[in-house]
């Protein structure tokens, strides 16, 4: 099964910088890709950055500038990252990673086209 596990998370200050890791295992795909999303209280969850096996890396309008996705290894386990700067209290949310399957194109940034979903790592910025 596949298994996806956040960490990273914490309370900061405004200003600050702060990178999310998400650990990948279990699955047995060539192509797929990963993607971060944010979801804060009331609101509707938000996709933020997804990266293709292939490098591909698509971000949404709000956050390119700020939030850098990346992707390295743990072993045989693929680690993805969400490297954010200038954290401002409006980017306090639950932040969770999700895999889908992808042969080609632009890694989607809706929910509905992932699969998989970890559990979240909480941000607050102050």
């Known amino acids: 099964d596949v298994q996806l596990v956040e960490s990273g998370g914490g309370s900061v200050q405004s200003g600050g910088s702060l990178t999310l890791a998400c650990t990948a295992s279990?699955?047995?795909?060539?192509?797929?890709?990963m993607a971060w999303f944010r979801q804060a209280p009331g609101k509707e969850r938000e996709g933020l950055a997804a990266?293709?096996?292939?490098?591909?890396?698509?971000?949404a309008d709000s956050v390119k500038g700020r939030f850098t996705i990346s992707r390295g290894n743990a072993g045989t386990k693929t680690v993805l990252y969400l490297q954010i700067d200038n954290l401002r209290p409006e980017d306090t949310a639950m932040y969770t990673c999700a895999m889908r399957t992808l042969v080609s194109g632009t890694p989607p940034l809706t929910s509905s086209s992932y699969t998989f979903w970890g559990q979240g790592t909480q941000v607050t910025v102050s």
């Open positions: 279990g699955y047995d795909y060539r192509a797929y890709c």
């Open positions: 990266l293709g096996v292939d490098g591909s890396v698509h971000y």
